[in-house]
């Protein structure tokens, strides 16, 4: 019997490791067109690979304790078994969510389930090799059995930095999702063949009709998911960004832009000022009363369509217009499919609290749109955060900013109120003038300055006439005194916790 050289165990070692890793990283982006981006993602792909790894782990030191001729042949089918299971993710994910998520509205619980069904397999396959790697290294380096074993664990270590980094800076740009987990499958096959020729090596018999069969079962279920429709229109660094047509008229096209699973937006080609949404609306009508004219200096923090950008650029006079996106795909976007015309504002590519951090201009209107579903950024709803907005901000300036919240609930508007409170002497609560469904998710707009709105009602469209109101001040007493909330800071902003649902 002739051992492995410790070379190859290693190479063996870091391909693995860095392969699952890069599985693991693209399992939050595959995840994001189905439950969205946020810390309960992030938490539970992170659990769900470590649970597969754990329970590889103890199945290859089960094989570890065979022949090295044998306990390689067994880990290269484990490794095939990785290569079957992550090329068959896509298909995994596609054909259980439609079957998972209309089981529940739960979000913590879709999302697990999501994960489990999606990438638990590949990460339970590639959990098997590290103990029986390291088992032959040692075997193989009797002498220097401390040296292979602390090689093992570096290499394994030094596979999963390399696999996280190339998949979050080079992969999923360069290839997407689908590219990338395809990739990976055929990093798989090879290592799977090199753990079969070093089995042979050490005096295992190994047929080839079975890495053969198993070879080319792998490589089609990795092309069968390559040609699945890809869920994208672009697929960026930040989102998944879909572009869809909701026109009943091909003459009057209207287009939606959806990052991730949530819709972001609605633009219709000729009627620019037309709001489709009741934030816009409940935007664009609050800050053209505070300022009492159209050429107001304003700061949005998040492009999306940029239905507000288009629709102040159509007024006489305009609004100068200056956007904080994060996503440069997402303002391509924009101007590619929403008929933006980037003339009409500045542009940074950048966090928007970096904008304010970084530039001294003030503002009339600052914009702060948030809320994407159970996704917010905490950087940008604190105390701190409101601090600088506070010093950016014209001295009859207003801070508008988006939230979106339970009817029944409310902890994560509460919070925010009183957080705002803590900054400006006047923040107000703006919603549609009706009455919520039980358990709605209501949307409001958050006013924030030196002096209030000087009306209670606003009327517009959106795209329907619709009334906005002023929510009273003993309303929103009573709603602070009943709930009792934080003041979100950057060392405790438990918003995701706070506009999620009870469980």
Known sequence: MRL????????????????????????????APYVGMSLYTWTSVIAVVLAG???????????????????????????MGAAITTAGAVLALRLGAPLLLPLTTNPVVAIVGLTTIAFFLPSFCAGVPAPVLAQIS?????????????AMFAAGALGAIGGTLAAGFLFIAWLGSVGTLAAVTISYVAMALLCFALAAQAGHKVGLVM???????????????????????????????????????????????????????????????????????????????????????????GGGTFSLPRAWAAQVPPARVTVAE??????????????????????????????????????????????????????????????????????????????IDHADRMQALAALVHTLDQVFPSVEIWTEARRPEPGERMIFILAAGQ?????????????????????????????????????????????????????
């Open 326 to 403: 994060i996503d440069p795909e997402v303002t391509a976007v924009a101007a590619r499919d929403f008929w933006w015309d980037p003339a009409t504002a500045r542009v940074l590519t950048q966090d928007g609290r970096m904008t304010l951090s970084r530039e001294a201009a003030t503002y009339d209107v600052i914009v702060g749109d948030a809320f994407t579903d159970i996704a917010v950024p905490p950087h940008l709803v604190t105390r701190e955060f409101f601090d600088l907005v506070q010093s950016r901000l014209a001295p009859n300036g207003v801070y508008l900013m988006n939230v």
């Open 138 to 150: 040692v075997a193989a380096q009797p002498d220097q059995s401390g040296r292979a074993l602390g």
């Open 53 to 79: 790894f754990s329970a590889g782990h103890w199945l290859g030191g089960r094989i570890a304790e065979q022949t090295a001729g044998r306990a390689l042949y067994l880990t290269g089918l484990w490794i």
């Open 211 to 301: 890495p053969a069969l198993v070879t080319i079962l792998t490589l089609a279920l990795a092309g069968t998911a390559l040609a699945q429709p890809d869920p994208c229109t672009e697929e960026s660094h930040y989102f998944c960004i879909r572009t869809e047509d909701a026109s009943n008229d091909p003459n009057f096209p209207i287009r939606l832009m959806v990052l991730d699973h949530l819709v972001h937006g609605l633009s219709a080609r000729d009627e620019p000022t037309v709001m489709f949404y009741p934030s816009a609306a409940m935007i664009d009508l609050i800050s053209r009363t505070r300022m009492g004219r159209t050429d107001f200096d304003v700061l949005l923090i």
């Open 451 to 503: 002096t209030p709105t000087p009306v209670n009602v606003l009327d517009g469209r959106s795209p329907d006439p619709t009334r906005f109101a002023k929510m009273p001040d003993r309303v929103k007493a009573r709603l602070l005194a009943d709930r009792n909330p934080p003041v979100l800071t950057d060392d405790y902003a438990p918003i995701d916790r706070l506009i999620g649902q009870s469980y």
């Open 4 to 31: 492995p050289p410790l070379s190859l165990l290693l190479l063996l070692q870091i391909v693995v490791s860095a392969a699952s890793l890069v599985v693991e990283i693209v399992a939050g982006r595959m995840l």
